[in-house]
DNA sequence: CCGGTTGTTTGCGATAGCGCAAAACGGGCC
DNA sequence: GGCCCGTTTTGCGCTATCGCAAACAACCGG
C-alpha cells in the first residue's frame, strides 16, 4: 500500500493537536484510494464502513428524497473530511458522495474510529469543532432559502464556491471543478431553468463568464452587491 | 448555591461514559439558573460566555438577518444542551435563545469547556454525537423546504413537534407549550398568513385544534399522510 | 468527422404563496 | 367588568418562480 507522507497531512484541521508520531500511527490505519471522475464514492442509505479524508481533488455530497429529489449537501475540498455517519452515530450514510474530478482520498475503516478517538482525544474535538462549523452554515443556508430571493442565493452559493474552490484566472475568478446549473439549483433550492436564466442575465451585464459546467465570476464585486440586495427594487 | 443532584442528569446522553463521581465534579462547575417565559437567555452575537444544559421548560434558538428576518432554529426540551459555541470554535452565538416557559438551566462558563473535554473525553465524543444528529437533521430540513409545498413542510414540524414535545390529552396530542402561527413559518420557511390558511383548513377538516399558541394534533395519522403526500393532486 | 448524449437556453402559460390591509378574537390587567 | 394589546383570520390582487416543451450547443467516442 502507498505510504501517505505525514508532512502532507498534519496542518489539517483534523490533525491539530496530534503529535507526529501520533499521527503516523493514525495514518496506518488508513488506505488510500482513488476515484475517478464521476464515480460512486459511497451511496445514501449504504453501509457506512469507512470514513473519508479528502486528498486531492472534489467531492459532491448530496441527498435524494424518496421521490428522486435531491439536493447538493456540499461539495468537499481537499482537506476535509466526509462521510462521517460513526460520528453522529448513524450505521448508514445520510447522502451519497461523488467525485466530480478525478479525486484521491484517505479511507479508515469506521470501526476504527472509536479506538482513534480514545487514544487521540484531539481528533474527536477537532472533528467537533469542523462538524459545529457545518451545521451552522447549514443554519445560515435555511435562513438564505427562508428569506431571500433565488437571485440573491445563488449570487451567494457562486461567492461561496469562489472562496472555497475559486482559481484566480485572467479577469475574474473560476470555479476549478465542473458543476452544471442542476448543481446550483440543488444547492439554492431553485430549478436548473430558473438558475440558467438568471446566468444568461448575468452574463449580458458581464458579471459572469460560463459555459458547459464552467464558470468564472468576471465582476464579483457586483455579485456581492447582489447577494446582499435587499428585495426592493433596483433601478427604478 | 442548589446542589443539583448526579442522579437527574446522569441519563443523559451528554453523560454518557462518564462516571458518576467525575459527573459530580463535571457539575460543580456548573451553576443554575431560572429563566422565566419571554426571557432572553443569551443574544445572537453577543459574547458566548456560557453554554447551557435545559432541565425544565422549553427554549427557542432563532436566527435573524441583518434585515430583521428570523427563523427558528430549533426548539430546545429539557435534558439538551444549547448555546455551544465554543464548540464550534465561536467568540459569539451564531442565535438568539429565549425561553418560551419558564425555564432552569445549568450554566457552565464557555472557559471551562477546553478542560473539561481534556479531563472527559466522552463529553467530546457525546457532543459530537449530538452535533453530528443535528447537522443530519438541518440537511433533512434544508431538502423538505426545497422540494415540498408549504403545507407538507408545515405537517412535518407539526408532527415533529409532537414527537418532541407532544403531551397526550383527551384525544390528540397537544404541543406543550406556547407556539404561534409565527413561529411555525419561521420553522417551515414560510409566512403566518400561509400557516394560518393551512391550519383553518386542517381544523375545518377535524385534523387539528389550535387556538392562541396553542396547537393539538387531533388525527396525527391523517397529518402523517399529508407529510408525506407527492405534489400531485389530491382526490380527483 | 459524424452521431449521440448530456447540458443549456428560452418561450409561454400556470399557480402557489406572498404581501397588504382590515377585521375579529381572546386574555390578561387594572 | 371593561380596555388594551398581541394573535389570528381572511379577502384580494400580484408576481416570482415553476413546469413543460422544444430548440440549441458542446463535448465524447468511434
Known amino acids: 500500500m502507498a505510504k501517505v507522507d505525514t508532512s502532507l497531512v498534519a496542518h489539517l484541521p483534523l490533525f491539530g493537536g496530534v503529535k507526529p508520531e501520533d499521527l503516523d500511527e493514525i495514518l496506518r490505519e488508513a488506505r488510500s484510494a482513488r476515484y475517478p471522475k464521476n464515480s460512486t464514492i459511497f451511496e445514501q442509505g449504504a453501509d457506512a464502513q469507512s470514513f473519508f479524508l479528502l486528498l486531492h481533488g472534489h467531492v459532491r455530497a448530496a441527498k435524494t428524497t424518496p421521490t ?8 468537499v475540498s481537499p482537506g476535509e473530511t466526509f462521510g462521517l455517519a460513526m460520528a ?22 469506521t470501526s476504527a474510529w472509536p479506538r482513534l478517538i480514545e487514544r487521540f482525544p484531539a481528533l474527536a474535538a477537532n472533528t467537533l469543532q469542523t462538524v459545529g ?7 445560515t443556508r435555511i435562513l438564505e432559502i427562508s428569506t431571500q430571493q433565488v437571485e ?20 475574474g475568478i473560476e470555479i476549478d471543478f465542473p458543476i452544471s446549473r442542476q448543481d446550483i439549483a440543488q444547492m439554492t433550492g431553485t430549478t436548473l431553468h430558473t438558475v440558467s436564466r438568471i446566468l444568461s442575465g448575468w452574463e449580458q451585464q458581464g458579471l459572469v463568464e460560463s459555459g458547459r459546467q464552467r464558470i468564472i465570476l468576471r465582476d464579483p464585486h457586483r455579485i456581492v452587491v447582489l447577494a446582499e440586495r435587499t428585495v426592493d427594487s433596483g433601478p427604478a
Open 68 to 75: 428522486g429529489e435531491q439536493i447538493v449537501v456540499r461539495y
Open 88 to 109: 453522529i452515530g448513524a450505521a448508514r450514510y445520510p447522502a451519497t458522495a461523488m467525485a466530480v474530478d478525478d479525486s484521491v482520498v484517505l479511507i479508515w475503516p
Open 133 to 139: 462549523t457545518r451545521l451552522q452554515e447549514s443554519h
Open 152 to 171: 440573491q442565493r445563488v449570487a451567494h452559493a457562486l461567492l461561496r464556491l469562489a472562496k472555497q474552490s475559486g482559481k484566480k484566472v485572467d479577469h
